[in-house]
């Protein structure tokens, strides 16, 4: 799956369009390198999202296309969720 998608579907990130931009300005890492919007992501990838202060660093544990809000987040697990 696409990372911007994955980001929406999992609601990491609300707006897909968000998730674009902050994937092509290099906000986010997949496994340390540094994902696009159109970076394939799998199970077992870690995501670190750089957001303003923000580090979020996070284990995907499902990847589906689709998710209810109350399934959400049972596709990550935060690792964690530190201000820098």
Known sequence: ???????????????????????????ILINGRVGKAGSEVKENDILELHLGSKIIKAKILKVMEYAKKEDADSMFEILENTNA
Do not use: Q, T, W, Y
């Not at 999992?10 to 369009?17: F, G, M, T």
């Open 1 to 27: 799956m696409r990372l911007d998608k994955f980001l929406k579907v999992s609601r990491l990130i609300k707006r897909r369009p968000i998730a674009k931009e902050i994937c092509d300005n290099g906000h």
